[in-house]
């Protein structure tokens, strides 16, 4: 599709997005294509303005209520939702784990203290797995029509991945011990392979009951505030097989396969590039230029603007720092996207109005418009 080139047109407010966790609802312009058409432009590397990932104009998050996970974990999003009561349940996981809402986090967690598992070995004979041939996958399909009708693109995200699912079983320590323990890894191994064959049938379903979905999102946290949790080597070895698998399922389809990943995990992008995921949108510890200019060319990286002090500022300089981080991270050979981090929940929002309008404007010329 040839895409036009920047008018100032483009700029006239058509409407404004509901406001999500907290942050504002976000202007939406008069684009030369649907927010979809612009997410799938930057993964295939043709990006045509600078878009957010996850939470912005162009892509909106599902996490339908049919997966027990959302449920337990307090974060469902989909045509079901009642916001503050159904999104907000805990309760038990896919394989039965139960997890306790806790409202001063916003979130759910598994109780510490008493672990399902305390050996890796005990896995396969505990363990149930789930039916999710009996689920009412055509329920929810038609209870997500009208979710899944918009412009946007649509990222299923799966809340447990592969650490996170192990450490729900035995709490960290002992995930964390048996990801190592010469005892327990190849008890561990043969447990994220299986659930890589689930992961796959679930993303099977997904493709036949939500076609819409463009994007799956792996929820796997690596990392503290200061560093990684375990070696390169550990994660090469233990985590990438079981992941790739399921990118090049997800590839195979023609959709795209996202990790969200928290924690200071910089040492980790090669093995994020070799799992076969195309984008991450790294938290603000981590070292985001350097991350950028370091494999910005083989993985989509959510950068962030540089933090200036919103309130003190005036709409010309909140113009020129837009500008700024346009032309640092919005080139056609090396594209990126906004860090959904440059909107917090709480704290400055760092793209105002004015940094959005001009942030498009100059992204919309830097790549080509």
Same mark, same amino acid.
Request: charged fraction near 25%; hydrophobic fraction near 40%.
């Given at each position: 599709?040839?895409?036009?080139?920047?008018?100032?047109?483009?700029?006239?407010?058509?409407?404004?997005?509901?406001?999500?966790?907290?942050?504002?609802?976000?202007?939406?312009?008069?684009?030369?294509?649907?927010?979809?058409?612009?997410?799938?432009?930057?993964?295939?590397?043709?990006?045509?303005?600078?878009?957010?990932?996850?939470?912005?104009?162009?892509?909106?998050?599902?996490?339908?209520?049919?997966?027990?996970?959302?449920?337990?974990?307090?974060?469902?999003?989909?045509?079901?939702?009642?916001?503050?009561?159904?999104?907000?349940?805990?309760?038990?996981?896919?394989?039965?784990?139960?997890?306790?809402?806790?409202?001063?986090?916003?979130?759910?967690?598994?109780?510490?203290?008493?672990?399902?598992?305390?050996?890796?070995?005990?896995?396969?004979?505990?363990?149930?797995?789930?039916?999710?041939?009996?689920?009412?996958?055509?329920?929810?399909?038609?209870?997500?029509?009208?979710?899944?009708?918009?412009?946007?693109?649509?990222?299923?995200?799966?809340?447990?991945?592969?650490?996170?699912?192990? !450490?729900?079983? @035995?709490?960290?320590?002992?995930?964390?011990?048996?990801?190592?323990? #010469?005892? %327990? /890894? *190849?008890?561990?191994?043969?447990?994220?392979?299986?659930?890589?064959?689930?992961?796959?049938?679930?993303?099977?379903?997904?493709?036949?009951?939500?076609?819409?979905?463009?994007?799956?999102?792996?929820?796997?946290?690596?990392?503290?505030?200061?560093?990684?949790?375990?070696?390169?080597?550990?994660?090469?070895?233990?985590?990438?097989?079981?992941?790739?698998?399921?990118?090049?399922?997800?590839?195979?389809?023609?959709?795209?396969?996202?990790?969200?990943?928290?924690?200071?995990?910089?040492?980790?992008?090669?093995?994020?590039?070799?799992?076969?995921?195309?984008?991450?949108?790294?938290?603000?510890?981590?070292?985001?230029?350097?991350?950028?200019?370091?494999?910005?060319?083989?993985?989509? !990286?959510?950068? @962030?603007?540089?933090?200036?002090?919103?309130?003190?500022?005036?709409? #010309?300089? %909140? /113009? *020129?720092?837009?500008?700024?981080?346009?032309?640092?991270?919005?080139?056609?050979?090396?594209?990126?996207?906004?860090?959904?981090?440059?909107?917090?929940?709480?704290?400055?929002?760092?793209?105002?109005?004015?940094?959005?309008?001009?942030?498009?404007?100059?992204?919309?010329?830097?790549?080509?418009?």
């Amino acid at each position: 599709m040839q895409i036009p080139k920047f008018n100032l047109g483009e700029l006239r407010v058509v409407a404004e997005t509901p406001a999500f966790l907290g942050r504002p609802g976000i202007p939406i312009y008069s684009f030369p294509v649907m927010g979809k058409e612009a997410v799938r432009a930057l993964y295939e590397r043709r990006a045509i303005w600078q878009v957010m990932l996850g939470v912005g104009v162009e892509s909106k998050i599902f996490t339908p209520a049919i997966n027990p996970d959302n449920m337990a974990r307090a974060f469902v999003f989909d045509g079901t939702m009642v916001p503050g009561v159904s999104n907000l349940a805990g309760g038990k996981d896919l394989f039965g784990i139960e997890w306790e809402y806790i409202a001063t986090a916003g979130g759910s967690m598994v109780r510490p203290g008493k672990p399902f598992i305390e050996d890796a070995n005990d896995i396969e004979k505990k363990v149930v797995w789930p039916n999710i041939d009996n689920w009412d996958w055509e329920g929810a399909s038609r209870a997500n029509e009208q979710y899944l009708s918009g412009s946007s693109a649509y990222a299923a995200m799966f809340m447990n991945g592969y650490f996170e699912r192990l !450490i729900s079983f @035995m709490d960290f320590e002992g995930a964390i011990l048996a990801m190592v323990d #010469e005892d %327990q /890894r *190849a008890a561990v191994q043969r447990f994220f392979d299986k659930l890589s064959d689930l992961y796959i049938r679930m993303i099977d379903k997904f493709i036949a009951y939500f076609p819409q979905v463009d994007i799956y999102t792996i929820h796997d946290d690596w990392g503290s505030q200061k560093d990684t949790f375990f070696s390169p080597l550990v994660v090469s070895e233990m985590i990438v097989p079981p992941m790739r698998r399921v990118t090049d399922f997800i590839h195979s389809k023609r959709r795209f396969a996202d990790l969200h990943c928290c924690g200071s995990n910089i040492k980790q992008v090669p093995n994020m590039i070799a799992a076969g995921f195309d984008s991450w949108t790294p938290q603000m510890m981590n070292d985001i230029e350097k991350i950028y200019d370091l494999y910005g060319d083989r993985l989509i !990286i959510g950068t @962030m603007p540089k933090i200036y002090e919103v309130d003190n500022s005036t709409e #010309e300089e %909140q /113009r *020129a720092y837009a500008r700024a981080y346009a032309n640092q991270y919005c080139r056609p050979e090396k594209p990126s996207s906004l860090s959904m981090y440059s909107m917090p929940m709480s704290g400055p929002n760092l793209v105002t109005n004015a940094f959005r309008e001009e942030l498009y404007k100059q992204s919309r010329m830097n790549y080509g418009g």
